[in-house]
């Protein structure tokens, strides 16, 4: 387990690089709103400090072996896995929205088994905050899809 979650670390750090720097002729700050530099610079610095986080447990701690996951929750892993690229792949067809909450739904329902009606109001809160906040409000424009056409 110490090797993998040394790896992991490493390659969360060497993400949070890549990100600043292949942003760094964005604006980090453009004249009233942040700038399109703005919130993949804070990701990468948070992602950055919980790579470093994960780095340190990892090396003080003792070694030990790898609990992988299987039958089912094996499964449960491989069907989110699944689903992560789907959404990748469908992003540009469906838009971001319609997109996020199928996305939302087979993670809370299939993956994590949660009940219908509360995973229906937590997707629809959170896709529709999301928009609300970054669509309407700061103005950053999601992909729309070329079948929705909204």
């Known amino acids: 387990m110490k090797a993998i979650?040394?790896?992991t670390a490493l390659i969360m750090i060497a993400l949070a690089v890549i990100m600043v720097y292949s942003t760094a002729h964005l604006t980090y700050w453009d004249e009233y709103a942040p700038g399109a530099a703005f919130i993949v610079r804070w990701v990468a610095g948070v992602?950055?400090?919980l790579g470093l986080v994960l780095l340190v447990q990892a090396i003080r701690a003792p070694t030990r072996a790898v609990d992988w996951p299987t039958g089912g929750?094996?499964?449960r892993v491989l069907a989110g896995i699944i689903a992560l690229v789907a959404f990748i792949m469908v992003v540009p067809l469906f838009?971001?929205?319609i997109t996020a909450?199928?996305?939302m739904l087979v993670l809370l329902l299939v993956v994590q088994r949660q009940k219908l009606v509360a995973s229906i109001i937590t997707t629809v809160l959170t896709v529709g905050l999301i928009e609300v906040v970054f669509d309407i409000w700061l103005g950053v424009g999601f992909p729309r899809g070329i079948l929705t056409g909204i």
């Open 101 to 103: 909450t199928a996305f």
């Open 5 to 7: 979650d040394i790896v």
């Open 73 to 75: 929750g094996a499964m």
């Open 95 to 97: 838009g971001t929205a």
């Open 47 to 49: 992602g950055a400090i």
